[in-house]
């Protein structure tokens, strides 16, 4: 089979898996970049849990969606941007909207909380994204969403005090994107993410309520995560 042929065959086993109604409503569910699991996305295509496994895998073989394991959990995402291009490109041609994420999280834990050890919630989010951005983290080789630091990312979290060697050599994960369950997207779980949480209260950039998970964003905090970070919160 010539390279013409097999790239013929290909398009025609992605379309078939996009072009089932079910399946399509679950891959736009995903569109939005918000990662949602199985039962969700069951309810969202008018199916039994088990027949929407059977579409996952569907779509999952096909490389259109990726899963994420957290705890007893299984998210489901779009396997990267260029199925959520390919999508959008069909969505104008079929014409229509789509309704938007809204989490029911309490707004005071949206904001900011913690999760275990580690930063959770929009400012989560949002500092796992800008330390991306920055290319402080980058990929580890094994898991997929294992992370390392940069040269730069070292010397940034130096600059803060935090002892980078001596966290290599905890029996713990190093850095790894955490699905947050009220964005949907990642956070930054393991060691480093305790590191920066450890910073920020020591520093009280932010403050944890009592009897509570959630994070009060001090206007230090403000200050010093967009001179740090440029990071607006």
Excluded at 94 to 100: E, I, L, N, V, Y
Excluded at 221 to 226: A, D, F, I, P, Y
Aim: with cysteine; proline share 2%; net charge positive.
């Amino acid at each position: 089979m010539n390279a013409e042929i097999e790239t013929d065959v290909a398009v025609s086993r992605i379309a078939a898996a996009i072009g089932e109604p079910s399946r399509a409503r679950i891959l736009y569910q995903l569109v939005d970049g918000h990662a949602r699991t199985s039962t969700e996305l069951a309810v969202v295509a008018d199916v039994s849990p088990s027949t929407a496994s059977v579409h996952l895998n569907r779509l999952k073989t096909q490389q259109l969606v990726k899963v994420s394991v957290q705890g007893k959990h299984r998210y489901y995402s779009l396997h990267g941007a260029e199925v959520a291009r390919a999508l959008e490109a069909l969505s104008v041609l079929a014409g229509g909207t789509r309704r938007r994420f809204i989490p029911s999280t309490p707004s005071h834990l949206r904001v900011a909380r913690t999760c275990y050890d580690h930063i959770a919630g929009t400012l989560g989010v949002a500092l796992h994204d800008r330390l991306r951005a920055l290319g402080w983290l980058s990929a580890s080789s094994g898991r997929d969403d294992a992370y390392d630091l940069s040269e730069d990312g070292i010397r940034a979290l130096q600059g803060l005090r935090v002892d980078v060697v001596a966290i290599r050599v905890l029996r713990r994960r190093f850095a790894f994107a955490c699905m947050d369950w009220s964005e949907r997207r990642c956070h930054l779980g393991g060691a480093i993410g305790a590191a920066l949480l450890d910073v920020a209260v020591k520093r009280r950039w932010v403050i944890q309520e009592l009897d509570s998970r959630a994070l009060s964003v001090t206007s230090l905090g403000r200050r010093e995560m967009l001179a740090r970070f440029g990071l607006r919160f």
